[in-house]
């Protein structure tokens, strides 16, 4: 059991670049999100997928798309890089309803750390 | 909007002495709340969960705490070692959310261990 994987680990961007953030996960968990994580701060979320061919809206979903074409994968797009995306992006899935009654069973990826200059 | 903060952005506790962590939220509505450590380079990883309807719950050296009078949360952690040095972070399931299980975070407290 893999968990949740991200590539790549880091990523220089120029402005104006695209690219995209893979997150793959082999636990079969239906939910899946991508967070970013800017420094010194708590995560906040991007989109959120509760199933294949379902996805919504978080906090902060300008300048980014996600589809959720299977279970296991979650790509996070960027089109247009700025540097404001300039951040640790977090994927991370769970199961949900959970296992037990009282965890709701995330679990995170190692992150991927992009800069955009 | 509604958010997760914490107190103290840093914390420094000698080795073999209890820490505490604290958290304000000011969703009134969260149902479930969760500590999160986080190691430099690495994901948050799950520490200990408490759900609105309890106000204390036990785990290996860690114990939470859940004021919902003043929207006030606490981690301990007995007997600090080196290796709960890491950010730790509180955040929340809004009952509104539950369904998608959204967290929202707070803003961190570094913990540092002294030997």
């Known amino acids: 059991n893999a968990g949740v994987t991200q590539t790549p680990k880091f990523r220089i961007l120029k402005i104006g670049q695209s690219m995209t953030l893979q997150c793959t996960q082999d636990?079969?968990?239906?939910?899946m999100y991508w967070y970013r994580q800017d420094p010194g701060m708590g995560l906040k979320l991007i989109y959120y997928?509760?199933?294949?061919?379902?996805?919504d809206k978080g906090e902060v979903p300008n300048g980014y798309n996600v589809s959720r074409s299977t279970t296991e994968d979650f790509p996070l797009r960027l089109e247009l890089a700025a540097p404001s995306q300039t951040s640790v992006y977090f994927c991370?899935?769970?199961?949900?309803?959970?296992?037990?009654?009282?965890?709701?069973?995330?679990?995170f990826g190692s992150g991927t750390r992009l800069t955009v200059v | 909007g509604e958010s997760v903060g914490l107190h103290l952005p840093t914390l420094s506790v000698q080795e073999g002495d209890n820490s505490i962590i604290n958290c304000a939220y000011s969703?009134?509505?969260?149902?479930?709340f969760i500590w999160y450590k986080q190691e430099s380079g690495k994901g948050p990883q799950f520490i200990i969960d408490?759900?609105?309807?309890?106000d204390k719950r036990q785990g290996q050296r860690v114990t939470v705490l859940l004021n919902k009078t003043v929207k006030h949360l606490s981690l301990q952690i007995a007997a600090t070692q080196p290796g709960d040095s890491a950010v730790y972070f509180c955040?929340?399931?809004?009952?509104?959310?539950?369904?998608?299980?959204?967290?929202?975070f707070g803003q961190g407290t570094e913990l540092s261990v002294k030997p």
């Open positions: 955040a929340e399931i809004p009952l509104i959310y539950n369904q998608g299980g959204k967290l929202i």
């Open positions: 408490i759900r609105s309807n309890m």
């Open positions: 997928s509760v199933g294949a061919g379902i996805t």
């Open positions: 991370a899935s769970r199961v949900y309803p959970p296992d037990r009654l009282s965890y709701y069973g995330y679990t």
């Open positions: 636990m079969n968990h239906n939910y």
């Open positions: 969703n009134s509505a969260s149902d479930y």
